[in-house]
């Protein structure tokens, strides 16, 4: 017969009738590999519940309008944490979720959110473009993607600094 195994990980509970007898198929609760998810991540400096609950709100509408189910979306929250550096529990919980979860999008309201100077948001996109992820911010209304707006701003970084040491033409 065309009967399919199962082991104790699996959850039996699907049942296909094949004329008159019940083949047992195997599934999970949750099928990890086809779900595509988004990771949200908001921060504040200081405990603030309201402005957390302000940015979960913002970027979930704009998650789900963007096609994604309230299922792939998960939240990573730094509540009174500051954005001198990335050493935060939500930003540590949300890089160790990218590798082991197909996570293809991070949204955030605004770069200020990932942290306060450019070479730890750019140490952060490294790491979220390394786990094959994208940033998508958010800022007064207008919807983005953060790792071109941070390039175009690399690059002016780069050409005012040649500029200002003499050896390049802005």
Not at 13 to 35: R, W
Not at 56 to 64: C, G
Request: aromatic share 10%; with cysteine; proline share 2%.
């Amino acid at each position: 017969t065309n009967r399919m195994r199962y082991n104790k990980f699996i959850n039996p509970c699907l049942l296909k009738f094949v004329g008159m007898e019940a083949m047992m198929l195997q599934t999970t609760v949750k099928d990890t590999n086809k779900i595509e998810y988004v990771a949200v991540y908001c921060r504040t400096a200081h405990l603030d519940d309201m402005t957390i609950e302000s940015q979960k709100s913002r970027l979930l509408n704009a998650a789900i309008q963007n096609g994604f189910s309230t299922e792939q979306i998960l939240f990573f929250i730094d509540n009174g944490y500051s954005g001198l550096n990335l050493k935060r529990p939500g930003v540590k919980d949300l890089l160790n979720k990218l590798r082991e979860l197909p996570i293809k999008w991070v949204y955030v309201t605004n770069e200020s959110r990932i942290a306060r100077s450019f070479d730890v948001i750019g140490q952060f996109i490294n790491e979220v473009q390394t786990a094959g992820a994208k940033i998508y911010s958010i800022q007064a209304g207008n919807e983005h993607d953060l790792e071109v707006e941070f390039s175009v701003m690399k690059l002016y970084r780069e050409k005012a600094s040649a500029l200002l040491k003499g050896g390049a033409e802005v």
